[in-house]
């Protein structure tokens, strides 16, 4: 398996509700990354998990709550986002500075 | 801190043409060096890469150095295809004292490719 799933691909919600992203690798890749992609724009890093432990916040709002329930799984907690917060949301795994592998990621479009 | 500069798009070329997208960088350590492509609606895919000065990388008719003297990874093909309209990200990571780097991208250049 070389790939990272990222669940669900699209994703719409109002900005009182809560929600989840999920991102698996089994890779056996001890970094995990979440990303935030604008239109147009380049991917800019949120946070960075290395053995399961966040490593950098990149002073992400707090409405924004990563989660590493272990060496596979990322998760992305969303709650009471604002419409600015729309964007694709990737999931990115690796092992080493030799290569990252990113999902597909998630559409997700605050309304 | 570290950098990378691609040159602005979007760029346009007709099918069979000659593919370069420059890249330079700005970097403390020991860089890697990545070149990701994003097609529409999808996600990100690693290109090609190189981890040391004088490092070709290839795949799928791309290629890049990795030029040192001229801090440099530009992108290559000798003929495109439609098939190749994306945009190209140009990336680095750099690690210290083999700590895990993260990745800093360039602006990203969009490539049109007419039949």
């Known amino acids: 398996d070389t790939e990272v799933t990222q669940t669900p691909k699209h994703l719409v919600m109002g900005m009182t509700n809560k929600k989840s992203l999920k991102c698996e690798q089994h890779m056996g890749h001890r970094a995990m990354y979440w990303y935030k992609q604008k239109a147009k724009k380049p991917p800019e890093l949120m946070f960075v998990?290395?053995?399961?432990?966040?490593?950098i916040n990149e002073s992400v709002p707090s409405r924004f709550s990563p989660e590493c329930p272990n060496s596979s799984l990322l998760n992305l907690h969303l709650h009471a986002l604002q419409p600015e917060d729309s964007a694709l949301y990737l999931c990115a795994s690796s092992p080493s500075n030799y290569g990252y592998t990113f999902g597909s990621g998630t559409r997700l479009t605050v309304v | 801190g570290d950098s990378v500069t691609q040159m602005e798009g979007p760029v346009t070329l007709s099918e069979e043409a000659f593919l370069t997208i420059n890249c330079t960088y700005t970097a403390t350590g020991y860089p890697s060096l990545f070149w990701y492509v994003q097609y529409p609606g999808e996600g990100l895919q690693l290109l090609l890469k190189a981890t040391k000065a004088d490092d070709k990388g290839s795949n799928k008719g791309f290629e890049a150095t990795y030029r040192k003297e001229t801090t440099s990874f530009h992108l290559e093909k000798g003929s495109v295809q439609v098939s190749d309209s994306a945009v190209y990200f140009c990336?680095?990571?750099?690690?210290?004292?083999?700590?895990?780097?993260?990745?800093?991208f360039g602006k990203g250049t969009k490539l049109s490719v007419k039949p």
């Open positions: 990336a680095l990571s750099d690690s210290y004292g083999g700590s895990q780097g993260n990745l800093i």
């Open positions: 998990y290395s053995y399961e432990k966040l490593s």
